[in-house]
């Protein structure tokens, strides 16, 4: 097969529709836009969400509370994936819970939560730490550092 041997496939392609080419071709004068009206002017047609001047649902549903856009926002992680992932003695930070998969966006800083339980003696640096994810961190014989 050569280069210009290739075709589309049969259904693939479809004639351009030819407008506004005299009134022979069919789809001439108005070219298919019917007389006047909204939809037949050069920037014919409604903005996105425009419901024909009936108030927008935007507008006619009601609003509550607000989005505090300076919200510390932490990436938590629970101590049970922290038993599964690592060994005993790792030193674990930001960087070894990215390489471990347990975390992928470190929003402001990574949370441990108290979910599960702690056999292995580990050093966690995290930005926070629940009470029951510290004390369970440290019973295990590990460190709970906040960096």
Not at 75 to 100: K, M, Q
């Amino acid at each position: 097969m050569k280069l210009h041997e290739l075709y589309p496939a049969a259904g693939a392609t479809k004639e351009v529709k030819r407008i506004g080419r005299g009134h022979g071709s069919g789809h001439g004068k108005t070219a298919g836009k019917g007389h006047k009206g909204q939809w037949a002017r050069s920037g014919g047609g409604v903005r996105p969400g425009f419901e024909g001047g009936q108030t927008s649902l935007a507008r006619r549903m009601p609003k509550r509370g607000f989005n505090n856009i300076f919200a510390t926002e932490y990436t938590v992680v629970n101590v049970a994936d922290l038993e599964a992932r690592f060994e005993n003695g790792a030193v674990i930070d930001t960087d070894a819970l990215i390489d471990a998969g347990l975390v992928t966006k470190v929003l402001d800083g990574v949370k441990v939560l108290g979910n599960g339980e702690v056999t292995k003696s580990f050093t966690v640096k995290a930005a926070k730490f629940s009470e029951s994810a510290k004390a369970k961190i440290e019973s295990a014989g590990g460190k709970a550092e906040v960096e």
